[in-house]
């Protein structure tokens, strides 16, 4: 089982970029998805997860209204569209899975990705 992430770069703050995990292994199909971002100096944080049906989303209130949380089912791929980015979204963001689409809590993800790096200068 893995999760791969991409899409990751610099951006100018104002600007976008998606990014996407795709999930190997069936397994996934059943889990919910979604990322997490580390900025520096900081704990890694909760970010958006989605449910393994693509209905349910969830996003941390830094976010909402800016990113943007999809699924392709076939593909057990998600995506994140992060739109009107700012300096302070820079971070390294990781893929998550977990049986949950409510999970929030590092603790509670049962795999995690690698990371990719997003900054956005200002």
């Known amino acids: 089982v893995q999760l791969q992430a991409s899409g990751g770069g610099l951006v100018q703050a104002g600007g976008s970029l998606t990014l996407s995990c795709a999930a190997s292994?069936?397994?996934?199909?059943?889990?919910?998805l979604g990322w997490f971002r580390q900025r520096p100096g900081k704990e890694r944080e909760f970010v958006s997860f989605?449910?393994?049906?693509?209905?349910?989303?969830y996003y941390a209130d830094s976010v909402k209204g800016r990113f943007t949380i999809s699924r392709d089912i076939a593909k057990i791929t998600v995506y994140l569209q992060m739109n009107n980015l700012k300096p302070e979204d820079t971070a390294v963001y990781f893929c998550?899975?977990?049986?949950?689409?409510?999970?929030?809590?590092?603790?509670?993800?049962?795999?995690w990705g690698q990371g990719t790096q997003v900054t956005v200068s200002s």
């Open positions: 998550a899975a977990d049986l949950y689409p409510t999970t929030q809590s590092i603790r509670d993800v049962d795999y």
């Open positions: 292994g069936r397994t996934f199909e059943s889990y919910a």
């Open positions: 989605i449910g393994w049906n693509g209905v349910m989303k």
